[in-house]
């Protein structure tokens, strides 16, 4: 499969927005959510399920919906794999590091562990436990554990109630589903590690841009997405106000709308953790944009090595993303007025040529296994390939 090279581009982008948001430097308050009350992880999880509907609906039509089903599985081990690493990363040498420099932050971090070792440990191996920044991939996780069952049902059946059963849910969500559930299972279980050690990310909202980014990455795949992008005029003009009223509302507030806690209604409503309404209408409107925009945007959108690279081995760099960070948090601690400009811009840079090279060490290592691969098959079907050029990969 061809590599869309615009894709690499936006999921490079939103790496690099991520990664800057959570390194702790003086420019991390301005980089968090420079498009208006909607941060680089909504556009990333969309992207991801995009790229995930579009590898996985073509291996379904080439190999069949169990071929599919086992692609999604691998996947979901892979990152599952990745979660541990950093975990165990976490638990022992940033640990370690944290506690010998007395970096507060990072202490505040790993506070129920420090407290209850064996209980984080297991928590975290079961994806209950989940720390500030590596509550991500947990959801990531089981949002790939559910994929396949989704797209058999939109492949066979169509889309329409699992988009309504989407909506349905994510309203759901805004009601706290997720910490009246999981009292019931401390109450039957015992377990230990409270509500607010299992992550900010509240799943049954996020559920919801995952899937449309599925649908719409199926409808690519078919070739059918360019009549989904045709949107009335009055449509695309309301998304424009929207999103010009959100970014300058957010770059004269600051990233919380309404300075009166997170209690207050304005600011319930644009609510990222439980993906908020007028979050949600945010992203959507961004959404509209983009897709209408689409071909004059790919007509003269420059190409930007370094961001599709980076988008093009987004989960090796993502994982390194959060190793730096926290490193960072255990050498140099928060962000503080005091600390000097130049060691905020060399962190930053330092920081961004470590996820470039994370991404020529995969493409490297990606490289060698293949040619192991072709090594290893007979010399007839070899040759055959080789005279052929090989399609990249692109990575859901």
Same mark, same amino acid.
């Given at each position: 499969m061809e590599r869309r090279h615009e894709l690499d581009l936006l999921r490079g982008l939103m790496l690099v927005l991520m990664f800057v948001t959570h390194m702790p430097t003086r420019f991390s308050t301005w980089w968090g959510q420079p498009l208006g009350f909607v941060s680089a992880a909504e556009g990333f999880v969309t992207l991801s399920a995009f790229v995930a509907g579009l590898v996985y609906t073509r291996r379904a039509e080439q190999g069949g919906i169990p071929a599919m089903r086992r692609a999604f599985f691998s996947r979901a081990l892979t990152v599952y794999a990745c979660q541990v690493m950093l975990l165990l990363l976490l638990f022992s040498v940033i640990a370690a590091l944290g506690m010998a420099l007395r970096q507060p932050a990072l202490l505040d971090l790993l506070g129920f562990y420090l407290e209850h070792p064996t209980a984080g440990l297991l928590g975290g191996l079961f994806l209950i436990y989940d720390p500030p920044l590596l509550d991500i991939l947990p959801m990531y996780i089981v949002l790939l554990l559910v994929s396949p069952f989704i797209m058999a049902r939109g492949l066979?059946?169509?889309?329409?109630?699992?988009?309504?059963?989407?909506?349905?849910?994510?309203?759901?969500?805004?009601?706290?589903?997720?910490?009246?559930?999981?009292?019931?299972?401390?109450?039957?279980?015992?377990?230990?590690?409270?509500?607010?050690?299992? /992550?900010?990310?509240?799943?049954?909202?996020?559920?919801?841009?995952?899937?449309? /980014?599925?649908?719409?990455?199926?409808?690519?795949?078919?070739?059918?997405?360019?009549?989904?992008?045709?949107?009335?005029?009055?449509?695309?003009?309301?998304?424009?106000?929207?999103?010009? /009223?959100?970014?300058?509302?957010?770059?004269?507030?600051?990233?919380?709308p309404i300075h009166a806690g997170p209690e207050n209604l304005i600011n319930r409503l644009?609510?990222?953790?439980?993906? /908020?309404?007028?979050?949600?209408?945010?992203?959507?409107?961004?959404?509209?944009?983009?897709?209408?925009?689409?071909?004059?945007?790919?007509?003269?959108?420059?190409?930007?090595?370094?961001?599709?690279?980076?988008?093009?081995?987004?989960?090796?760099?993502?994982?390194?993303?959060?190793?730096?960070?926290?490193v960072a948090l255990s050498l140099v601690g928060p962000s503080t007025p005091e600390r000097s400009v130049v060691l905020d811009v060399f962190l930053v840079l330092a920081g961004l040529a470590g996820l470039y090279l994370a991404a020529l060490v995969t493409f490297r290592l990606d490289r060698e296994e293949r040619a192991r691969r072709k090594a290893g098959k007979p010399a007839r079907q070899a040759q055959r390939e080789s005279t052929a050029p090989a399609p990249e990969r692109i990575e859901p």
């Open positions: 066979r059946g169509g889309w329409t109630a699992i988009l309504v059963a989407s909506v349905v849910i994510w309203a759901i969500a805004q009601l706290d589903v997720s910490r009246r559930l999981y009292t019931v299972f401390v109450e039957w279980t015992d377990f230990p590690v409270p509500f607010r050690e299992t /992550g900010a990310f509240e799943t049954y909202a996020w559920q919801l841009p995952w899937v449309v /980014g599925l649908w719409l990455g199926s409808l690519s795949a078919r070739g059918l997405l360019q009549q989904h992008m045709k949107f009335p005029p009055r449509w695309v003009a309301a998304a424009c106000v929207f999103t010009i /009223g959100c970014l300058m509302w957010r770059h004269l507030a600051g990233q919380t644009f609510d990222k953790w439980h993906l /908020g309404p007028l979050r949600l209408l945010n992203a959507m409107a961004l959404t509209v944009l983009l897709m209408h925009y689409s071909e004059w945007l790919k007509a003269h959108m420059p190409r930007i090595a370094f961001l599709e690279q980076l988008g093009a081995a987004s989960l090796p760099v993502f994982c390194t993303h959060l190793v730096i960070v926290l």
